[in-house]
């Protein structure tokens, strides 16, 4: 039996390698970008009005000019004009284009008109004010989003900016979710006295499509035959394969050796920590990548936040969120393992994260769940931990 830090480390060394392919951008948030994304124009691409109002020569109202004759109507997406109106203004919209011959722009709010002649109403004008000039964001050619960035609703922004209707992102692995067991019906069914509804395999998927990875689910009866052949099926098409359930120690728990039969290389199996001991995991080639997660709720929940989140993240070259909490009691637990505990989550004055911990009634006590925010990692080489510690945390809920 290995520590959690030593399953984390193998699990380091055998990364999902992804290609790129391309989304739509109604598609990509959430993504990470494989391009980068360059300006294919000025940013903003010409002197743009940032305020409803008038436009003016600066120069009249220095030498005391306060009253403008109205010349002309300007609103946004009309070509620019070439203007001498010297003494005079025009109106002027958010989003057009500054007019050449003028260079100052005074919001409707700061003056008067009546009879087509807008009164400045302020003492003080400044040069080129509200004016967001050309090129002074980002130049044509530059970089705007570089390639490796997670994908959010801002740089969607920049994509459709730069006539992005498709993004190369990277792609992510295929994934298939395998539950087992005779004890378990589906959901729309109605179990007998000696069954249960699958609900682990549920909360795993749910995750995933949290990632962004879109997976197929199988449910395998307890038959070593017929685990060979759909788990050989499955490694052939699938390069995520995440299993809950059969990798405990029962007489119908086959599938570690259905794995090995297969050609799927264990690394390891049972780790030491709560919840979640079996978790078994292994490869096949450079092709599949397989999480056996034990099959209650709580420990697949927690293994799946805790080592499959971090083995997609380092997939994809993205930085490893590492949060941290205040433990707000004392707890007391003397197994040598890492305790992933439940807890509630908040946000102080101070500006710190307190976790109040909360013991459920075992790996099973999937309704517990519903009353936490994440679980708080307490480390295995001390069994007293005191409130005002501070450890890591993996936040489940937002």
Request: proline share 5%.
């Amino acid at each position: 039996m290995i520590s959690y830090q030593e399953a984390k480390q193998i699990i380091s060394k055998h990364l999902y390698k992804p290609k790129s392919i391309s989304v739509s951008i109604e598609e990509a948030n959430g993504r990470i970008l494989a391009e980068n994304l360059i300006a294919d124009r000025d940013f903003p691409p010409f002197d743009r009005v940032t305020m409803d109002g008038i436009a003016i020569r600066h120069a009249d109202f220095e030498s005391g000019q306060r009253a403008f004759p109205i010349a002309d109507t300007i609103g946004a997406g009309m070509p620019q004009k070439d203007l001498d109106i010297s003494g005079k203004c025009v109106q002027i919209m958010t989003g057009a284009i500054m007019p050449k011959g003028l260079d100052t722009v005074i919001r409707y709010e700061d003056l008067s008109i009546k009879n087509d002649i807008a009164t400045i109403e302020v003492k003080e004008v400044k040069h080129q004010q509200n004016i967001h000039f050309k090129a002074q964001d980002r130049l044509s050619g530059e970089v705007v989003v570089s390639a490796g960035t997670k994908l959010s609703p801002v740089e969607l922004i920049v994509a459709a900016s730069v006539g992005k209707s498709t993004v190369k992102v990277k792609a992510l692995p295929k994934a298939a979710i395998i539950t087992t067991g005779d004890e378990l019906v589906d959901i729309d069914e109605s179990p007998l006295e000696h069954q249960i509804r699958r609900s682990s395999n549920y909360g795993v998927l749910a995750l995933l499509k949290d990632w962004n990875i879109e997976a197929t689910q199988i449910h395998l009866k307890d038959d070593k035959e017929l685990m060979l052949n759909e788990l050989r099926s499955i490694l052939s098409d699938y390069e995520l394969i995440v299993l809950t359930g059969g990798v405990s120690r029962g007489k119908f728990d086959f599938l570690p050796e259905v794995l090995e039969e297969l050609g799927v290389e264990k690394h390891f199996h049972k780790v030491k920590q709560r919840p979640g001991k079996p978790f078994w995991f292994g490869t096949k080639g450079k092709e599949n990548v397989v999480f056996a997660l034990p099959g209650n709720p709580v420990s697949s929940f927690a293994c799946a936040n805790i080592y499959i989140k971090e083995w997609l993240e380092a997939s994809l070259d993205q930085p490893v969120g590492e949060e941290y909490a205040e433990l707000a009691s004392d707890l007391s637990f003397p197994p040598e393992l890492t305790w992933f505990i439940e807890c509630k989550l908040e946000n102080t004055a101070s500006g710190s994260v307190k976790a109040t911990p909360f013991r459920g009634n075992g790996s099973g006590d999937f309704a517990n769940l519903t009353l936490a925010d994440g679980f708080l990692i307490l480390p295995d080489n001390k069994s007293e931990f005191k409130a005002g510690e501070v450890y890591r945390y993996i936040r489940f809920r937002n």
